[in-house]
């Protein structure tokens, strides 16, 4: 109920600094943020993402560095991607689960440096394995196969939480994968490693730089339709939340972020779990792009897009700008 003007007068509140600091609804913290890194192989190794200005590929020693800045900045979880060697890349993905593999070293290189001062997030999927680029096993069509895929992902998730992780993030879109992935892990002593399921991820036109990062991109044929949702589908997305939480996942995703506010919000009002939101690739491009140009402020189109994802309802935002912005919050 709100009173006519002029006894209401909205902008009263909005007038001063400290009123507006007042009557904010929201706030954004680095706690919020969840940073995500490429690791490549070598030594002192440093490669810039073409397609991803201001990103850059890090060998173990590098990704450890980025860890701690991480912890310096008060940011809650780095999450890891690989982008692994062409040699070890094969028709099965079998890099996925050596216990040595990229993802194995850097996790165990974190946990050696930060301890729990830091969460390691590691995403379940063969597409930075596979010499084709699809993020499961296929068939002679080309088709990724179901079943047979869990299997492998059960695999990789347990070498990931036997080296460390704390938070295995599936993000291949497997039916029935979290609640195999849980069952591992409780067999396996990792009662407390967290699953966070990409419960609603769409084949969407934004990964194109994050397949540059990982090296998946030139290798893909076709596309990942068949597993990933449409863009045009919402009520599909709260049957994917629903299941995965059945399942056993800790928190939920939905990727990529801003196209997909609405679907964010509407798993929030329908379900108590936490949400986490994936500013992805082409997104961070895009703010970058915009800002190169001169068509805004980069600092401000950051916090904007972020404090826009904690307004649909979630607990926390993956963001590239992750270190950038927990330095802008922290003055
Ligand atoms: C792979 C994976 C992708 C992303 C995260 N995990 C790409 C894809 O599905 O092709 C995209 C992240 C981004 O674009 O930043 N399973």
Known sequence: ??????????????????SRALHRETVLTPADLIWPLFVTAGKGVEEPIKTLPGVSRWSVDGIVARAKEA?????????LFPNTPPALRSDDGAEA????????QAIRAIKDACGNDIGVLTDVALDPYTSHGQDGLIDASGYVVNDDTVAVLVDQAVNQANA???????SDMMDGRIGAIRRALEMNGHVNVQIMSY?????????????????????LKGDKKAYQMDPANAEEALREV???????????????????????????????VPVF?????GEYAMIEAAAAAGAGDRDALVLETLIAFKRAGVRGVLTYHAAHAARLLNG
């Open 242 to 272: 629903a299941l995965d939480i059945a399942e056993g996942a800790d928190s939920v995703m939905v990727k990529p972020g801003l196209a997909y506010l609405d679907i964010i919000f509407r798993v929030k009002r329908r379900f108590d």
């Open 71 to 79: 912890v310096d900045l008060g940011i809650a979880v780095v999450a």
């Open 97 to 104: 689960h050596n216990p040595d593999n990229l993802m194995c």
């Open 164 to 170: 460390g992780a704390d938070i295995i993030a599936p």
């Open 277 to 281: 939101a994936y500013q992805v690739s």
């Open 199 to 219: 419960a609603a991820k769409y084949a969407s036109a934004f990964y194109g730089p994050f397949r540059d990062a990982v090296g998946s991109g030139g290798l």
């Open 1 to 18: 109920m709100t009173a006519s003007y002029p006894n209401t007068r909205l902008r009263r509140t909005r007038a001063h600094a400290w």
